[in-house]
């Protein structure tokens, strides 16, 4: 099996553009990935869309340009076009029970715009099904929409802690033929000393990526856990690149320097610390902050950090680290992450968001309510809501569970 | 200072107001101990309800806003309140009331005109941990509002009715538009409105049962807000969780008492 050079061990020269702030760097490469794609179509180059945590690897080596359904979704739903777009797929006969990004993404496809995050439609998409069950009916009306090939990469979900070698056996097929498809779809042959350097690049992405979010262990911490919302996008959008390493590690830079000199970009008190499980409402994104801000508390642990944050060294281990998506992972691998986040930054309580649009991953969370208050012994409190379509989520309703959670952790600190 | 029936008044009072979706309820107590005057108005947030409570509970106890030390709102409107000094969510207040009226209790279960909810206390009475409904309403106090509308009885009978029941219906959808759909099948079909009704009661215990068994259910239970009236709903809600239940005569007021205690509270803080 190919071992793969990590670049993250070079210690690599540090970025010309470090005096550029990391959030702006990091904006300009999820942009840069949208205009590649923009000019590989202009080109007339086969374009693709992909599922978020489909192996980026593959396409990357190739030369494909790709595109992001979810995070193009969730920026729309983030510019308030959500609602229009999920109406518009509601119309096409998609029920409103679907999750809210598929919506949008199938009203995109079909014409109904979004200029929001505009991004041209597909010559190919690219699913795979670790991260939701709900990509593969979404995907295939994608492919079945515009006519067009469907590469799919199906995840057994994980109903143990390992990963047993039948998944990997077959799941490596799969990425074999998955490189056949798109050697076709792209004219050119895989070359395996460019997927070598891409796997680096990813990896260092995912490293720096984790070093950033390492920071919220410091009390106080230097950023404020929404932050990483937003620079998901780059984890999600450009992990293969470069660029998105670099600024990552100036991310992680700038969070050091915050540190030594006791600044933070959570410009509030800091009188609780939280874990904010599940995606956040995107179109709502300012009445979430809002009750947090005003009552001192930081999110200082979000789920994405070990989702997002795979390292692996060669290809066995890069299909076992696929295998760990948040909705392909058992009850238990789900909990130990989320505990494990808990413990390392400190947090005093746990809000968690029951997404009407993510049955899989709000499926669970009961229990592990449950196993929260046990295990961790803070306050858990969840709200209703959905990260893309506003018509699910109540401010009222929100806000008086957020104070009920402050007035729990305000309890709590008190007895100490 | 005010003067009670020609008396001066010497002790200090305080007044927790809980602004609910469908009522408003206020109290005064004097010196966190005695409840002194209480009163209920049938309309909530937005109405004249929070105004005309306040008027007549200190029209009963002949006292003034002036002489109130502190002043506490709660509930879904408390945000709106602006005679009050501050303000808690409706979940410690509860927690606060309920261990006030009953040390021993450790869970209670608050059924209110929009929402219910399931807390935990420990033996300070203090809030550990909480679950409330999810968006939908059924299973509150405004599901049974659209039942009784819909079976053109009162709210207040019933209880009555359902405690004549004697061939229970299963009224299986949670939605309440969808519930309400399956009232009318049966009203169609001719079954006796009790039966009905004791199929309704069933339905919210179960809804509520269900929120109750996700935070673990710890003796003694006590249910309080408006439904908490209802021996109906609180019935089903015993057989459903094999659990004793007890209410108080005070369930209705049971946020705007424990808003009452920490301002309360609260003045005392100042003092110090």
């Known amino acids: 099996m190919t071992e793969l050079k990590n670049n993250a061990q070079s210690n690599a020269a540090p970025p010309a553009e470090t005096e550029k702030p990391a959030k702006v760097w990091l904006r300009e490469v999820v942009e840069k990935v949208y205009q590649d794609a923009w000019d590989a179509k202009e080109r007339g180059e086969p374009v693709g869309w992909s599922a978020s945590k489909f192996p980026a690897e593959i396409a990357e080596t190739l030369g494909l340009r790709v595109c992001y359904p979810e995070n193009q979704a969730a920026a729309i739903a983030a510019k308030h076009g959500g609602q229009r777009m999920c109406e518009y797929a509601e119309a096409l006969g998609y029920d409103n029970d679907i999750c809210g990004y598929a919506r949008i993404s199938l009203a995109y496809a079909a014409g109904a715009g979004g200029d929001e995050r505009p991004m041209p439609q597909p010559d190919f998409v690219l699913c795979c099904n670790n991260i939701c069950n709900c990509m593969t009916k979404w995907y295939e009306n994608l492919a079945r929409m515009h006519d067009i090939p469907l590469i799919m990469i199906d995840i057994p979900y994980n109903n143990t802690d390992e990963v047993n070698e039948e998944n990997i056996t077959y799941i490596k097929a799969q990425f074999d ?39 919220c262990q410091y009390k106080p911490s230097p950023l404020s856990g929404f932050d990483l919302f937003n620079h998901m996008a780059d984890v999600v959008t450009a992990r293969c690149r470069k660029e998105s390493a670099e600024a990552f590690e100036a991310l992680a830079e700038e969070y050091e320097r915050n540190v030594a000199e006791g600044k933070s970009t959570w410009r509030y008190d800091e009188n609780h610390r939280i874990m904010f499980e599940g995606i956040p409402c995107w179109p709502e994104l300012q009445k979430l902050f809002k009750p947090l801000k005003e009552k001192g508390i930081n999110t200082t642990a979000v789920v994405y950090a070990p989702a997002f944050g795979f390292v692996y060294n060669n290809m066995e281990e890069m299909i076992r680290a696929y295998c760990k998506a948040p909705n392909s992972v058992c009850l238990e691998t789900g909990v130990e992450w989320r505990e494990g986040i808990c413990r390392e930054n400190k947090v005093d309580g746990v809000l968690v968001h029951y997404n009407r649009s993510c049955k899989p991953w709000s499926g669970y969370m009961p229990e592990m309510e449950r196993r929260f208050r046990k295990n961790l012994g803070v306050g858990v409190v969840g709200f209703d809501g959905d990260q893309a379509d506003p018509r699910n989520f109540s401010e009222a309703q929100y806000n008086t569970r957020v104070q009920g959670l402050f007035e729990i952790m305000e309890a709590q600190k008190k007895g100490e | 200072m005010s003067e009670i029936a020609g008396t001066a008044v010497s002790r200090k009072y305080s007044m927790g107001v809980d602004i609910g979706s469908t009522a408003s309820k206020c109290i005064i107590m004097a010196e966190g101990k005695e409840i002194v005057a209480k009163s209920l108005i049938d309309v909530g947030a937005g109405t004249s309800g929070p105004d005309r409570v306040i008027a007549a509970v200190l029209k009963d106890s002949g006292l003034k806003l002036e002489d109130m030390t502190h002043i506490m709102s709660t509930g879904y409107g408390r ?39 399931v807390m935990r206390i420990d033996e300070n009475g203090i809030l550990e941990n ?25 709210l207040d009978d019933l209880e009555k009715l359902s405690a004549e029941s004697q061939n229970e219906v299963r009224i299986s959808s949670t939605c309440t538009v969808f519930a309400e759909s399956e009232v009318i099948s049966q009203l169609a079909r ?14 919210v215990a179960s809804r509520v049962g269900a929120l109750a068994r996700r935070i673990g259910l710890v003796d003694d239970v006590m249910m309080t807000g408006g439904v908490a009236l209802n021996d109906g709903v609180r019935l089903a809600l015993e057989e459903e969780l094999e659990h004793d239940i007890f209410t108080t005569e005070l369930a209705q007021y049971n946020g705007a008492l424990g808003a009452a205690l920490f301002a309360w509270q609260r003045s005392k803080k100042k003092e110090i």
């Open chain 1, 177 to 215: 033929d998955a490189i056949k498809q798109l050697e076709e779809i792209s004219g050119r042959k895989f070359d395996e000393d460019k997927f070598a350097e891409v796997c680096a690049n990813a990896n260092r992405t995912a490293q720096a990526w984790l070093k950033a979010c390492s920071y």
């Open chain 2, 79 to 117: 945000h709106s309140l602006e005679i009050a000094h501050s303000e808690m969510s409706e979940l410690s207040c509860h927690a606060r009331g309920a261990y006030f009226q009953h040390p021993a209790v450790r869970t209670i279960i608050d059924i209110g005109g929009q929402d219910a909810k």
């Open chain 2, 130 to 154: 909480f679950v409330m409904n999810d968006k939908c309403a059924a299973g509150t106090g405004r599901f049974l509002d659209v039942m009784a509308r819909v079976l053109e009885v009162k």
């Open chain 2, 190 to 203: 001719n079954t006796h409105k009790r039966d009905i009704i004791k199929g309704i009661h069933r339905a």
